[in-house]
């Protein structure tokens, strides 16, 4: 009930505030009938924090609600879970355009994951096609390189730094959820730390990270003149 959920909300909103971040990520589970109610609830709270960038996870959200909510928001949102599947694109990028809002992209498309940054490269030079199409500036459009575990993909980190630098060279905005870098760790606060270093050396645009993690509050802090006053961290809820 969206009532047990307030309390929880609140309670994040007052670590954001806290540790000075620009906005709050938060994720709405699936719910069928009551998705709908739910995400509607959920912007009608956001729009008493203008001031904070939402990043809404929509997950497997249908058009309808996703278009919605997004709607009946005031204030600066970021669209997240969208893949470059052409069935996902065809759904949001129109939803995208008339909202004026921003987009996450992952870089996962109908054929899987890419391993290489090659790979992603070419995924990416095809949704700017797509987006273009829709008249979507690249301004509002952030890309995640789509971080996975380093334990069981430590080749793959390699590839995601070539990637993140080849966006950045290309003048296009990366956002990266830090904690999936961990995840399969007992001890995940110094790997999470490490990564944002790596990833604002790599000239990342914005972060998502756990509010409570110490360590990595202070890796950013340590790396703060590198986002020059952006909007660019978000925590999770």
Sequence with gaps: PWAQRVPFIKKELETVQKIQADGV???????????SEMLGKLMD???NYPQL????NIGHSPE???K???????GTSLINFTT???CRLREVLPIVRGAGANLVAQTL???GIQWSAQGRIDMVRRFLDEIEKENIPLDRVFIDPLTLPLVDNPIYIASTI???????ANGIKTISWVGNISLGITDREPLNAAYISILAACGIDALVIDPIEEQSLQSFYSSVNHFKGEKNVYTYS
Excluded: C, Y
Excluded at 53 to 56: A, M, R, S
């Design 45 to 47: 709270f956001a729009n």
């Design 84 to 86: 470059m599947e052409k």
């Design 25 to 35: 990520s938060i994720s709405i589970p699936t719910l069928g009938k009551h998705e």
């Design 162 to 168: 070539k990637f993140i630098q080849w966006l950045k």
């Design 68 to 74: 919605e909510a997004v709607e009946r928001f005031h």
């Design 109 to 111: 498309n109908d054929q």
């Design 64 to 66: 309808s609600v996703i």
């Design 53 to 56: 960038l939402w990043l809404i």
